[in-house]
């Protein structure tokens, strides 16, 4: 049996999530960097009261380089959590929904030592986890030389996810943030989706929109 799932990606809305406007969806990603400087509790709880309401069947979210408490006091937030069981976070693992797999890794390089930075070598390590079979793969980063453009034009993408996407057959939607200045959609192979979601802008204004997808499913032939 075919049908349809649809799919609303943000990312990036640094404090200023009140102010995007979700319609409703099957699934509503969230690429990371909910917080603004990270450490605001309040800031972190307000997201969290915001996203868990948003009209979506399955709400999925990681974190990003802003995202330092959740990366400095995991075990606080593990508790947190426990008071939105409507809400799936992922780090470094994944979940099924819908028929689809969707994988969270909310890894960067390193820079200013943020949150969740990581050199390249242990990128590799951390990217090489993601599972060949994975349909959605939501990250922080975007891969090198997709939609990862500086105002400059540098492409500041991860090196060692391009060389894994590259060799993910099943992919159908990679859907990222973190450089805001190159919101939106492509397809780099003319076969899976790419989305950078960032909701903001270089001066942290909300500027852009959620965008939303529609992704067939073959139940008969689901891989």
């Known amino acids: 049996m075919n049908r349809t799932v649809k799919v609303t990606s943000i990312s990036d809305t640094h404090g200023l999530h009140r102010s995007v406007d979700i319609e409703k969806t099957d699934i509503l990603l969230f690429a990371g960097d909910a917080m603004t400087s990270g450490y605001d509790y309040n800031n972190l709880l307000d997201f969290l009261d915001w996203f868990s309401s948003r009209p979506a069947k399955h709400k999925i979210m990681i974190a990003g380089n802003h995202c330092r408490y959740l990366e400095n006091y ?18 470094d693992s994944f979940t099924i929904v819908e ?3 969707i994988y969270g890794t909310p890894h960067s390089k ?74 939106g959609m492509i397809k780099p192979d003319k076969q899976h989706i790419s989305i950078n979601a960032s909701q903001v802008d270089e001066e942290y204004n909300i500027t852009n929109f959620p965008i939303t997808v529609k992704i067939k499913i073959d139940d008969n032939n689901a891989r």
Do not use: C
């Not at 050199?119 to 959605?136: G, R, V, Y």
């Not at 990862?148 to 990679?174: A, F, S």
């Open 74 to 91: 995991p075990e606080k937030f593990e508790a947190i959590m426990l008071d939105y069981p409507s809400v799936v976070y992922l780090k």
């Open 99 to 101: 028929g689809l797999k």
């Open 110 to 183: 390193v820079f200013f030592n943020w949150a969740f930075n990581s050199s390249e070598a242990k990128l590799e390590e951390l990217f090489d986890m993601i599972p060949m079979d994975t349909h959605i793969l939501l990250s922080h980063a975007p891969q090198w030389g997709v939609l990862d453009e500086l105002v400059d034009g540098k492409n500041v993408g991860e090196v060692t996810l391009h060389r894994i996407i590259k060799k993910m057959p099943n992919l159908k939607l990679h859907v990222f943030g973190h450089i805001h200045n190159s919101f």
